[in-house]
């Protein structure tokens, strides 16, 4: 009876530490940014591809060189990694300059959408959209960025039919030179005592390819209400903005940036105000937390990146790994640097 008992605690433990364990997404080739969706019954990654170009400025990001995307696929946790090649490329985004960041899909009518930021020909950073019948691609960027649209991360929460685009990056995202949406060079961060700034939201229209309204802020508050300032680095908001729904709340997480965390704020709409509950997951390997978060087969994921295997801040590996609720609706915080 011990013995048989023995056994089958033993074969528990090997499951649970099967579920929990970290995986690399890929090893062929460098990727970051990672936004993970279920289309079609499989798990779809659309991340960024990380590449040596010879830039090593790292002001406002400019050794973050991407110049294409890839997609990969996979159909269960855990298994196989198919790469479907490049999804599009700089060459075929007629407005586009530079550095295709990170990006984010979505899903409507059998049409699947590929947001992805890149800096228009003056060097203003853009969000964009490609189109295609399938979820792997090939896609086809729109002539046009979207009106309206500024800054970096574009990330598409669908809620009732309806779908939301957020964004919004600090520094080289360039957010800190909008008010009120209006871009001016003279513009920079708030002082450590004003209002933190805030990850934008607009409504999309049926067309998934344009704005129903103006970009509004998403704010985020503190223990007593307040909205968080500038100067606390351990819980504004820097970029990497993604919402996911558990238990009828919206969860807004997001990087810290300078202290390199992922934290989370709850709300009870997608437009906020949401309140800070705390981290998801502390400081990786290398610079940027960015991250998605989804359920899969009632357990929730993570997918993130780090630069363990490089040890460069712009060479980043896709990782992913299982995220826990508390019955509270609190998230148990992950350490970034297993």
């Known amino acids: 009876m011990k013995i048989k008992l023995s056994l089958s605690l033993f074969i528990l433990s090997i499951f649970i530490y099967s579920q929990d364990e970290i995986r690399y997404l890929t090893d062929t080739i460098y990727s970051a940014d990672a936004s993970a ?75 699947y959408y590929f947001y992805f930021p890149a800096k228009d020909k003056d060097g203003i950073f853009r969000i964009g959209v490609a189109k295609s019948n399938k979820p792997q691609g090939p896609f086809k960027p729109e002539k046009n960025y979207v009106k309206g649209t500024y800054s970096m991360d574009p990330a598409v929460y669908e809620d009732n039919q309806k779908y939301y685009l957020y964004f919004g990056g600090i520094r080289g995202g360039q957010l800190q030179k909008y008010r009120n ?90 437009y906020g105000p949401f309140n800070y509950q705390g981290v998801v997951m502390t400081p990786v390997k290398g610079w940027t937390t960015h991250h998605s978060i989804i359920e899969v087969e009632d357990e929730w994921y993570i997918f993130y990146h780090d630069t363990k295997k490089s040890g460069k801040n712009y060479l980043r590996n896709v990782k992913y790994r299982k995220l826990t609720h508390n019955p509270d609706g609190t998230i148990q915080t992950l350490n970034g640097l297993d």
């Open 37 to 111: 969706h279920l289309f079609d019954g499989k798990i779809f990654i659309y991340p960024s591809h990380d590449i040596e170009t010879g830039v090593t400025d790292g002001t406002d990001g400019a050794h973050y060189n991407m110049k294409d995307y890839h997609v990969y696929s996979m159909d269960k946790i855990g298994g196989e990694i198919t790469n479907h090649g490049v999804a599009f490329g700089l060459q075929d985004v007629l407005w586009a300059s530079k550095q295709l960041w990170a990006p984010d899909a979505a899903h409507k009518d059998g049409v």
């Open 181 to 270: 949406n209006i871009y001016s060079k003279n513009n920079d961060e708030p002082a450590k005592d004003e209002n933190a700034l805030s990850p934008k939201i607009a409504l999309l229209k049926p067309d998934m390819i344009s704005l129903a309204e103006e970009p509004k802020d998403v704010l985020i508050l503190d223990e007593k209400g307040n909205p968080i300032k500038a100067g606390d680095e351990d819980r504004r908001f820097f970029e990497g903005a993604w919402v996911h729904k558990f238990n009828g709340k919206y969860y807004l997480s997001y990087s810290t940036g300078t202290t390199h965390k992922i934290c989370y704020a709850m709300g009870d709409n997608p």
